[in-house]
T-cell receptor, first 115, second 114 residues
Framework: GAGVSQTPSNKVTEKGKYVELRCDPI?????LYWYRQSLGQGPEFLIY????????DSGLPNDRFFAVRPEGSVSTLKIQRTERGDSAVYLC?????????????FGPGTRLTVL | AQSVAQPEDQVNVAEGNPLTVKCTYS??????LFWYVQYPNRGLQFLLK??????LVKGSYGFEAEFNKSQTSFHLKKPSALVSDSALYFC????????????FGTGTLLAVQP
């Protein structure tokens, strides 16, 4: 079946611009996560949705970052006034739920480059 | 706070030889541990998980992992390495709390030589 998809696969922008990154989770998965992976590092948690609501946004680095999931399926990560330090691969993951035995399935990621 | 450590940046092994990729963890409460693999320009793929039960966990592509509570380790193993196993491997632990978010190690690059 279809996995998690993310668009675009690559995004190059200029410092100060606004970007949106999209995630389509696996159908039926209620939990959705965003992670950020910097070069040479493991993924770091940004935000988690259960259904439509952001249940945990403790990983968002500052108020330039925002994410929505208005219908409980597709999610968009929004970054305002981008900075060079925002350059990273942004990964989306989904799972059936948040029970401790539910593994997360990851998308291919969006590579964001801020010039 | 939950954490995992992967002490090796890179592991080199000859094709056909057994491989081990190391991971140690630090948790408060029960450990829920995962291994993921990342191929170039691709997302993370789930390999296996330890939740409870047998200390030897079997996963995808012939991989297995051994949970050792006394040594707080969860090493990834495979009896016979393939060149196609060459990739970046991440150990992760479930964070305590209701969200099930994962805390990842820094990754270990596995290079299998023909």
């Amino acid at each position: 079946g279809a996995g998690v998809s993310q668009t675009p696969s690559n995004k190059v922008t200029e410092k100060g611009k606004y970007v949106e990154l999209r995630c389509d989770p696996i159908s039926g998965h209620t939990a959705l996560y965003w992670y950020r992976q910097s070069l040479g590092q493991g993924p770091e948690f940004l935000i988690y949705f259960q259904g439509t609501g952001a249940a945990d946004d403790s990983g968002l680095p500052n108020d330039r970052f925002f994410a929505v999931r208005p219908e409980g399926s597709v999610s968009t990560l929004k970054i305002q006034r981008t900075e060079r330090g925002d350059s990273a691969v942004y990964l989306c993951a989904s799972s059936k739920g948040t029970n401790f035995y539910n593994e997360q399935f990851f998308g291919p990621g969006t590579r964001l480059t801020v010039l | 706070a939950q954490s995992v450590a992967q002490p090796e940046d890179q592991v080199n092994v000859a094709e056909g030889n057994p491989l081990t990729v190391k991971c140690t963890y630090s948790v408060s409460g029960n450990p829920y541990l995962f291994w993921y693999v990342q191929y170039p320009n691709r997302g993370l793929q789930f390999l296996l998980k330890y939740i409870t039960g047998d200390n030897l966990v079997k996963g995808s592509y012939g991989f297995e992992a051994e949970f050792n509570k006394s040594q707080t380790s969860f090493h990834l193993k495979k009896p016979s390495a393939l060149v196609s196993d060459s990739a970046l491997y991440f150990c992760a632990v479930r964070d305590g709390g209701a969200t099930n978010k994962l805390i990842f190690g820094t990754g270990t690059l596995l290079a299998v030589q023909p």
